[in-house]
Nanobody, 125 residues
């Protein structure tokens, strides 16, 4: 069993930066791939980024490439999402999710086994 708790969201002006954290409980977290997803009001949840269990490979949605960076510190059981140059369209609830297939980078929500409750990011123009 893995429990995930996101933090780091908030209200920020366009062009600003945030670092989101996904803290996990569970001894086996370091074997899981982790993804970040977001859901804007009235829209479907969408894939943002993913990282393998070891952190050796990452994947990003085209809409965030160059602005978002996913990383992890397995010693701290934490995955991060660094966001730069925030835009109003980045406003959403950001969720992290963990997948048992630790070497697979997928944007498919169904491949993730555990989800956090999310953290709100609001970008003002």
């Amino acid at each position: 069993q893995v429990q995930l708790v996101e933090s780091g969201g908030g209200l920020v002006q366009a062009g600003g930066s945030l670092r989101l954290s996904c803290a996990a409980s569970g001894r086996t977290f370091s074997s899981y791939a982790v993804g970040w997803f977001r859901q804007a009001p009235g829209k479907a949840r969408e894939f943002v980024a993913a990282i393998t269990f070891s952190g050796d490979r990452t994947r990003y949605a085209d809409s965030v490439k160059g602005r978002f960076t996913i990383s992890r510190d397995n010693a701290k059981n934490t995955v991060y999402l660094q966001i730069h140059s925030l835009k109003p369209e980045d406003t959403a609830v950001y969720h992290c999710a963990a997948a048992r297939l630790g070497a697979v980078l997928t944007s498919n929500e169904g491949r993730y086994d555990y989800w956090g409750q999310g953290t709100q990011v609001t970008v003002s123009s």
